[in-house]
């Protein structure tokens, strides 16, 4: 079974501070990964998407990719009580040929405290 | 404005009957997908369509139901079938298929079974 895992949280932070989430995968083949912010309540946006080992920057938002190591994380800078959310990691990995399925993890809620 | 409309946002049934949900885009996307999210869960995928006339089961189909007669709409029959349906219920669309990742979604569909 492959499997997207993240700490499920939640993670609490100052305003101001870094928040780092983190997401480990299981298929060595995944070629994109993606971040989707989703409040409580609502349906999950797209905020990153990377597919390159790396950062990625947009904003106060850095994606970072390890394959090797087979994670990948979001870190937030200038963490604002608005950023407060469950943060889903999704990694597209193979499901048989060339056919490839979105799996997302279970989600890090992130609250920013004042 | 572009964008994916579900309805009804709500939704109370009795056991034993079918339901279904609606699902209508007009972003020009080719591919659309259902997925349902329970309390602490990730995303898991019921059904997903790349091309009009066309759908495939995701991991969790037993019970549901689906029709593409048209490109903009994509809409889920929650079966007598489903053993455990209360959930909330996401319609997404995106421009390609499983092989990419950045979806589009609708602001969900809740179900509760009474």
């Known amino acids: 079974q492959k499997e997207v895992e993240q700490n499920s949280g939640p993670l609490s932070v100052p305003e101001g501070a870094i928040a780092s989430l983190n997401c480990t995968y299981s298929?060595?083949?995944?070629?994109?990964f993606f971040w989707y912010r989703q409040y409580s309540g609502k349906s999950p946006e797209l905020i990153m998407s990377?597919?390159?080992?790396g950062d990625k920057e947009d904003g106060r938002f850095t994606a970072q990719l390890n394959k090797a190591s087979q994670y990948v994380s979001l870190l937030i800078r200038d963490s604002q009580p608005s950023d407060s959310a469950t943060y889903l990691c999704a990694v597209n990995m193979n499901s048989g040929g060339s056919n490839y399925k979105l799996t997302f993890g279970k989600g890090t809620l992130l609250t920013v405290n004042p | 404005d572009g964008g994916i409309t579900q309805s009804p946002k709500y939704l109370f049934r009795k056991e034993g009957q079918n339901v279904t949900l609606s699902c209508e885009q007009n972003l020009n996307h080719d591919a659309m997908y259902w997925y349902r999210q329970d309390p602490g869960q990730g995303l898991r995928l019921i059904y997903y369509s790349q091309i009009v006339n066309d759908f495939q089961k995701g991991d969790i189909a037993e019970g549901y139901s689906v029709s593409r007669e048209k490109k903009e709409s994509f809409p889920l029959t929650v079966t007598s079938a489903q053993k455990n349906p209360t959930a909330f219920y996401l319609c997404?669309?995106?421009?390609?298929?499983?092989?990419?990742?950045?979806?589009?979604f609708g602001e969900g569909s809740r179900l509760t079974v009474l």
């Open positions: 997404a669309s995106s421009i390609r298929g499983q092989g990419g990742g950045e979806l589009f």
């Open positions: 990377i597919y390159s080992n």
């Open positions: 298929d060595r083949v995944s070629q994109s």
